[in-house]
């Protein structure tokens, strides 16, 4: 992808010319996802309505979609009001045909918590726990919207420990974003010292990892 460890998007469109002839919906998003990544949202528009009128109950369509949505080139085109809603509706547009897929459902979410509604966020993430294939994804997003949005964190407390205990569908890179969440819970609710055990725990996975740095300088 353009910036993305010296990836152009010359380079970024041919392979999605590529996956195209493989899966049309996939390589349309990933043509859609290249130009909103390159500041062009109305050019990337009509091939993410293609995606996702060719394949509507693709999750990774919808999140591929969701994603470019929730950034800044589609923010500053579309102003931060007009986004914001638009975040929201096409959220609880795109739910029901992902409920049971983490991925989708996790995009979904996180559009909804960057669109100021956090509860839904919680409540789409829980209705859609028992049924998804990959429950982690969905425990990990529940931490990270209790983290950040300060709401219902004893249960998002819960939920990471079953993350950090657990084998995690979305691989071992997930690890050190559960810890680090849970350490920032845990220094809302006053736990310093679990808080900073948490954050080390963090930097044990990623030595580098930004969010976990700052949590344990802040820590003292």
């Keep these: 992808l353009p910036g993305i ?7 970024a469109l041919a392979c999605a010319n590529s996956l195209r002839a493989v899966s049309p919906a996939k390589g349309d998003a990933l043509q859609g996802m290249v130009l909103a990544m390159d500041g062009k949202w109305s050019d990337a528009l009509p091939y993410f309505g293609r995606a996702l009128s ?6 990774q369509v919808v999140a591929m979609y969701l994603q470019a949505l929730d950034d800044k080139g589609a923010r500053k085109a579309l102003g931060d009001a007009a986004w914001n ?3 929201q509706w096409e ?15 996790e995009a979904v979410a996180e559009c909804l918590l960057d669109g100021g509604q956090p ?12 049924g998804v294939e990959a429950p982690s994804i969905l425990r990990l997003e529940l931490g990270k919207i209790a ?11 819960a939920y990471l420990d079953q993350v950090t205990t657990q084998p995690l569908e979305g691989g071992t890179a997930g690890y050190p974003g559960a810890w680090w969440r849970k350490g920032q819970i845990l220094q809302a609710l006053g736990r310093t010292g679990e808080a ?9 996975y990623d030595p580098k990892h930004p969010g976990a740095k700052k949590l344990l300088e802040s820590l003292g």
């Design 5 to 11: 460890l010296g990836g152009s998007t010359r380079r």
């Design 54 to 59: 060719t394949a509507p109950g693709d999750a």
């Design 85 to 87: 809603q638009k975040l």
């Design 91 to 105: 959220a609880a547009r795109l739910l029901p045909s992902v409920k049971t897929k983490a991925r989708g459902v």
């Design 119 to 130: 509860e839904q966020a919680w409540k789409a993430c829980t209705d859609a726990l028992p």
């Design 147 to 157: 983290a950040r949005a300060g709401i219902h964190r004893q249960e998002g407390l």
């Design 196 to 204: 900073k055990a948490a954050a080390r725990k963090a930097l044990t």
